[in-house]
């Protein structure tokens, strides 16, 4: 008999240990606890006919955007097609979303776990799945708005509803909607403190609002369930170093940077992005990063098999080639990045590369070759579509604060200032606004 997961949605597997190590793999790719891989690989033995895990495996790799690891998704899907036809209609519904998402097809991919929210609203894992490509389309209204409209039917008393409102923190947060943004992660907190999204959110918030001392007490705070032994430590790492350097506190903003970004502890893209975006916003600002570009670039495959598949992975490691000095690779880079995404880096991808990732790619040439005032205006009239890069607000953050390294080297001081009177409405007296208001004074 078909068994039921703990949300109450069927499945098509009888078999109680592959739903264990299912729901096992579930909760930590909402938690960050540990790799999922090991319990879906437990989840395919115990039930080699069951479509989920199998489908879970390809999309768990696919969420990665590591193109070296797109084959071995394949291969999952490939071995999992033939088992679509003993699948529930939700489970098809997953399989057909995983391999668009492996297609390239990031919104179709959206719309899809979107139906079958519509239909399972407790399906957490359509949930998380549909979240983090909202996240890496930059759409901060599927954020909020998809957890919204399935937040009535998570009750107080299970497992995973903690988890569903730090999804809801993030989203309101992105939003704009602070206020609401930092109580719901606050309240997923109180329920279980091994919530690392919503210590995200939060600390999103804080940032967002320029509550940096804040916000470096919160991060130190919460550690105990952040620092050690979870997948997320990278980047919430990354948060910490950023309320540093809003304080200006190049030393502290490196230490945290070598506690849990440096090259040698990056297994993955993702990891290497807020890496090369922390050294990068550092580097604006006069700080000697020793050798540490040079580190990260060794341990960074960069070649024409791994460009186009997420531009705004592609646009960090342009940062990084530039960074390091590479000009001439960082010329190759942007020929080979723009190439990809425009043929065959998947329809999601070469739309925001064509729009967005062109002008900016080669707007950050011109200034890696001193050329300002063309980087400018290469640069200045993006900030308004630039959410379809994809990440968070604080993250193309990186952009707003090269625009001021432009401007303030440039003759596009007025532009420059301009865009520093906009950030003053919430960063209005931290020391790195007062930093730039003086760069952008002569
Ligand atoms: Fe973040």
Redesign the pocket.
Known sequence: MSLRDAQGNATSTSQPAALAASEQALWRMMSFYGTPADDLDAAIAADPDWLLPRTMKAGFLVSLTEPSLAGEAAALLEAAAPLAKHGTLRERYHFLAVRQAAGGDWLGASAAWGAILDAHPRDALALQWALLFDFYRGDAIALRQRVARVLPAWTADDALRPYVLGHHAFGLEESLRFNEAEAVGREALAASPRVPWAI?AV??VMEMQGRHEEGARWMNEWRPHWGEGNGFAG?LG??EALFALESLEHARALAVFDAYLRAEANEITLQRVDAASLLWRLQLQGADVGDRWQRLLAGWPLDASVAGSSVFNDVHALFALIGAGELGRADAWVRTSLTSAAYGGGVWNSQVSRDLAIPLMRGLLDFAHGRCDAAGEAIFPLPAIAARLGG?H??RDVIDQTLLAIAARGGMKQAGRALLDERRLTKARTPLTEWWSRALAT
Do not use: F, I, L, P
């Open positions: 995200h600390a999103h980047h990354w948060h968070s604080a993250q």
